[in-house]
């Protein structure tokens, strides 16, 4: 799994292509301000192993992102240009869904980004060392 997380004074996007037929149809975007965006690639070698093992990395990596950010609030994204292997969409929704449900468990106000869009994306992100992190889970 690759992660890109980027701290957001502001992150808004308009879905632009649906890529995925078997998703629902969104029309409408949506903004949030003081937010974690976490910019996440799920690899075919997380396949290998649980749900449960890879959401709690997951999961453990966007805490700790926030806490440095000071903030509760985390936007989940998927982002399938981290890496040229890709886990598939069942597995990558899954795991977006139980980290989402964690997160919320935890007191953390969170998103998703519509799975399977192509979207227009805006984002406004200060410049200073921790707003930008990016790792291999």
């Known amino acids: 799994m690759k992660v890109l997380v980027i701290y957001a004074d502001r992150f808004a996007y308009e879905p632009a292509i649906k890529n995925l037929e078997e998703v629902e149809t969104i029309e409408k975007g949506a903004a949030h301000e003081n937010c974690i965006v976490a910019f996440i690639q799920m690899e075919e070698g997380d396949e290998e192993k649980t749900v449960a093992s890879r959401e709690k990395k997951l999961v453990n990596h966007l805490k700790w992102t926030a806490r440095k950010n000071d903030t509760q609030y985390i936007v989940l994204h998927s982002f399938a240009h981290l890496s040229e292997s890709k886990a598939s969409p069942e597995f990558t929704k899954a795991i977006f869904d139980a980290a989402e449900k964690r997160l919320q ?33």
Do not use: C, M, V
């Open 105 to 137: 468990n935890a007191e953390y106000q969170t998103a998703q980004t519509p799975f399977g869009y192509f979207l227009d994306l805006d984002i406004k992100a200060p410049g200073h060392s921790l707003a930008r992190i990016w790792a291999t889970l």
